[in-house]
């Protein structure tokens, strides 16, 4: 404001002016600092998850990680295959989203087309509780209230088994799914229906047949997004799902995944820089790009739904 | 549109009846009846997997409040743990819970408005703006156990903070920041913008704007996100197991209010924790029945506080709702 035309303004208004000028920008500046702690965390996470599995594939080849078909590197035989950890990873996976999957899509249609607003704002906040209990609760679950209702059914079910592991984190991503499919729906133009109405369909026919295809980038954005959850999800697995890393794709034995594997080591005690350290690492480092790289998809599908 | 499908049905039905030419149609009607009925059918099916639903999250919390009962009681929130099933209490784990939350809760709040209020406020449209979004819906897809990872390289063994409150709480402020962020920018963006325009022309600054005006409208908002993480954050395992919390702790972390001088320690930040869903893991792993009493009445302790945080944001959401009229 130091130039010519600024006569009017007095030298305390100028002095002042300055001080609210350099005010403004150290608080633009900290806000911005602030800010850029999401930016690090999610860098320094890739740092640290590339830098200490580094040392590991010094000591094991890519080949030999991706190939081999036993994981036992706590062991003095040590094998590091990954091949068990992920396959115990899909098979939870699969299990959870068979029922998830099902269910949220029909519990978003219910919410979106046939039910009452009012109604619907009793009704969501309850499903929010599914996704709100501690996960090491629906793990107590899981162990000591499915398995043994299974095992009534089902008598040589074994204590730990993926199966109901999967089952309780099916129910655990209901509502994770129901909200990403409602809001495709919602996002569907009220047209769309209505012509569909002015054709004769019923609501069914309508929900069904028009609205669901119409939102079908948000059923694929809500199928990526709960894969990649239910993928990472720990309690539930390293309590109920057991311990043994081996390839198995039947839900009905026990079988270790990524994460339990990661709290396994953590429990017992895995020295900074020794290979069971650097393991984890490599676990973690495994099924963070699986899930980064659905995320991204995700996405991109969500927007795509949203753009709509 | 959102008239019951009944009554609509019921009333085309009607139209079709009166009509002659369309009543000969005993087709188009019996299509039409079927078509109503799949409808119905369909509403049912609905509310029964809604019914399904809740016996479930009945059944859930029932046994744990059955099957905890026995040790529901004052004894169990003041004893340390133990090995003798009996004797244990959840002393240690609450209180390490409750430090823990502190921690995370400022951290959380701190950086999570901040950004918010950046975000939303001051950004211009650039590579770093872009970034930063990028970063934050990223890292609320980002599995909670790399959280973890992550603290146990950086917090435990680059910074030396040790397997400590401190680590632990920064670890969780992390992970739930991207709540807390959302729910910033959702509240800004719900306070209109002549509001802002009003203030800018009595000559208020953008960081007044922020102070006097943006922040008290927005902090009923804030408050419910800050609320929600932590019904997140305090059922956390995962992270804390990685990071190395131990799982057996028969001392309390050092008191915050000392009688010497300077009267206030920090001292407890560096203590060693446990919290109580990393008890109830430690409890349910074990092969005793009587052990499994523990965890069960530890998860119902557990449980309630989640759904008493979240009954508490969904009340504030609505109460806040109702407060401002733009």
């Given amino acids: 404001m130091a130039n010519g035309n600024s006569s009017i303004i007095s030298g305390y208004d100028e002095k002042r002016l300055a001080h609210v000028k350099r005010r403004e920008s150290w608080v633009a500046f900290i806000l911005f600092l602030a800010s850029l702690s999401t930016l690090l965390t999610v860098f320094s996470i890739i740092v640290i998850l590339v830098t200490e599995s580094l040392p590991f594939f010094k000591t094991v080849s890519i080949i030999d990680f991706l190939t081999q078909k036993e994981w036992t590197p706590l062991f003095d035989q040590a094998q590091y295959g990954i091949l068990p950890l992920i396959s115990g990873t899909l098979t939870t996976t699969w299990v959870a989203m068979l029922i998830a999957l099902p269910s949220g899509i029909i519990i978003a249609a219910y919410l979106s087309e046939f039910i009452r607003p009012s109604l619907r704002e009793i009704i969501k906040p309850l499903l929010e509780i599914f996704a709100a209990i501690p996960t090491v609760v629906y793990g107590y679950f899981a162990l000591l209230f499915v398995t043994p209702v299974l095992q009534k059914f089902f008598p040589e079910l074994p204590g730990f088994n993926m199966f109901s592991a999967g089952i309780v984190m099916g129910f655990m991503i209901i509502p994770y799914v129901s909200s990403l499919v409602e809001d495709a729906m919602r996002s569907v133009s009220k047209e769309v229906r209505e012509a569909s109405f002015a054709l004769g369909a019923s609501k069914l026919e309508t929900t069904f047949k028009v609205v669901l295809p119409a939102a079908s980038s948000g059923i694929i954005a809500a199928l990526i997004l709960s894969i990649s959850r239910a993928l990472g999800e720990t309690m539930i697995v390293a309590i109920a799902a057991g311990m043994q890393p081996q390839i198995a794709f039947s839900p009905f034995q026990a079988a270790q995944t990524l994460t339990a594997f990661i709290v396994q080591v953590s429990l017992g005690d895995a020295p900074h820089g020794s290979i069971g350290y650097q393991s984890i690492y490599v676990a973690g480092l495994t099924l963070f790009c699986m899930t980064l790289i659905l995320n991204l998809i995700g996405f991109y599908f969500r927007k795509q739904a949203q753009s709509k | ?326």
Avoid: C
């Avoid at chain 2, 029932?62 to 003798?84: E, Q």
């Avoid at chain 2, 921690?103 to 408005?113: D, K, Q």
């Avoid at chain 2, 800050?226 to 190395?244: C, D, F, K, W």
């Avoid at chain 2, 008890?279 to 302790?301: D, L």
């Fill in chain 2, 1 to 326: 549109m959102r008239k019951s499908p009944m009554k609509k049905d019921k009333n085309r039905n009607n139209i079709m009846a009166k009509d002659p030419i369309l009543a000969k149609h005993n087709k188009t009607e019996k299509l039409i009846k079927s078509k109503n009925i799949k409808d119905q059918l369909f509403y049912l099916f609905g509310f029964l997997i809604l019914v399904a639903a809740s016996f479930i999250l009945f059944a859930l919390i029932s046994d744990l409040f059955i099957r905890g009962a026995s040790r529901l009681n004052f004894d169990f929130l003041t004893h340390f743990p133990s090995r003798k099933p009996e004797a244990a209490g959840i002393l240690s784990a609450w209180v390490g819970s409750l430090a823990v939350m502190l921690v995370t809760s400022s951290v959380s709040l701190v950086l999570g408005v901040m950004t918010g209020i950046y975000l939303e406020e001051y950004a211009p449209k650039n590579i770093f703006t872009f970034l930063i979004e990028l970063a934050i819906v990223n890292m609320a897809g980002i599995p909670s156990i790399t959280f973890g990872l992550m603290a146990l390289g950086i917090f435990v063994y680059q910074f030396n903070f040790g397997q400590s409150i401190l680590t632990a709480g920064l670890t969780l402020g992390l992970l739930v920041l991207p709540i807390i962020i959302v729910t910033t920018r959702e509240a800004l963006k719900s306070i209109p913008n002549h509001l802002r325009e009003a203030a800018y022309s009595l000559g208020a600054s953008k960081y007044q704007i922020v102070r006097d005006h943006l922040l008290p409208y927005s902090s009923g908002g804030i408050l419910t996100g800050m609320i929600l993480a932590l019904s997140r954050a305090v059922g956390e395992t995962a992270p804390l197991i990685t990071i190395g919390a131990l799982t057996f702790i028969a001392f309390l972390p050092t008191p915050p209010i000392q009688s010497t001088p300077p009267f206030v320690s920090f001292e407890w930040l560096w203590d060693g924790f446990t919290v109580l869903p990393i008890q109830m893991f430690n409890w349910v792993s074990r092969p005793q029945e009587e052990f499994h009493i523990n965890a069960a009445a530890t998860g119902a302790i557990l449980l309630m506080l989640t759904l008493i945080l979240n009954a508490g944001a969904i009340w504030l959401r609505y109460k806040f709702r109702k407060r401002y009229h733009w």
